[in-house]
T-cell receptor, first 114, second 114 residues
Framework: DAGVIQSPRHEVTEMGQEVTLRCKPISGHDYLFWYRQTMMRGLELLIYFNNNVPIDDSGMPEDRFSAKMPNASFSTLKIQPSEPRDSAVYFC????????????FGPGTRLTVT | TQLLEQSPQFLSIQEGENLTVYCNSSSVFSSLQWYRQEPGEGPVLLVTVVTGGEVKKLKRLTFQFGDARKDSSLHITAAQPGDTGLYLCAGAWGNTGTASKLTFGTGTRLQVTL
């Protein structure tokens, strides 16, 4: 079975540009999570969805960040405009209801904003 | 904000040695997970503990949940180079059937050399 799929794996962009990160969760999973990982702050939850509905976006750093989940098999995280401090590895994870705390992570997208 | 402190932050040992990693919080968890992350990849779930005092074994890895469900430990016996990686604990709050939001610990970076 395919795991969580993320694209692109690496993204290098200039400050001010729009960045879109994509995620395909494991089929049948009800929850989808977006995390950001940096050396300074570790792994931080940005937002999560249940059945395609955003439940908690309190971790989204500011209005430049937005996330959508138009259907059960696809989600995007958009940064507009991007800034150098957004440079990090962004992970998508999914889980199944009843065991929602057992999350399965994708390989991540390494974002570099210059 | 609930915090999960892990210790030590870094650990470099030789193959065959034993080690213990700790995860502590002032909050009570409904469940606690341990993940291992290798460079360039997302965290991979190792185990979930739910009951205070619970002990789980995964080959050479032994996981224990504190009686008060505020702390946990991971013990590795006869470490091997393949154990190298970043070990993360993550806590969840709320009913185990619905709890989904995880807070990740600060991480322990383990290096096992020949």
């Amino acid at each position: 079975d395919a795991g969580v799929i993320q694209s692109p794996r690496h993204e290098v962009t200039e400050m001010g540009q729009e960045v879109t990160l994509r995620c395909k969760p494991i089929s049948g999973h009800d929850y989808l999570f977006w995390y950001r990982q940096t050396m300074m702050r570790g792994l931080e939850l940005l937002i999560y969805f249940n059945n395609n509905v955003p439940i908690d976006d309190s971790g989204m750093p500011e209005d430049r960040f937005s996330a959508k989940m138009p259907n059960a098999s696809f989600s995007t995280l958009k940064i507009q405009p991007s800034e150098p401090r957004d440079s990090a590895v962004y992970f998508c994870a999914s889980s199944h209801r009843g065991l929602a705390y057992e999350q399965y992570f994708g390989p991540g997208t390494r974002l570099t904003v210059t | 904000t609930q915090l999960l402190e892990q210790s030590p932050q870094f650990l470099s040992i030789q193959e065959g040695e034993n080690l213990t990693v700790y995860c502590n919080s002032s909050s009570v968890f409904s469940s606690l997970q341990w993940y291992r992350q290798e460079p360039g990849e997302g965290p991979v779930l190792l185990v979930t503990v739910v009951t205070g005092g619970e002990v789980k074994k995964l080959k050479r890895l032994t996981f224990q949940f504190g009686d008060a469900r505020k702390d946990s430990s991971l013990h590795i016996t006869a470490a091997q180079p393949g154990d190298t990686g970043l070990y993360l604990c993550a806590g969840a709050w709320g009913n185990t059937g619905t709890a989904s939001k995880l807070t990740f610990g600060t991480g322990t970076r383990l290096q096992v050399t020949l």
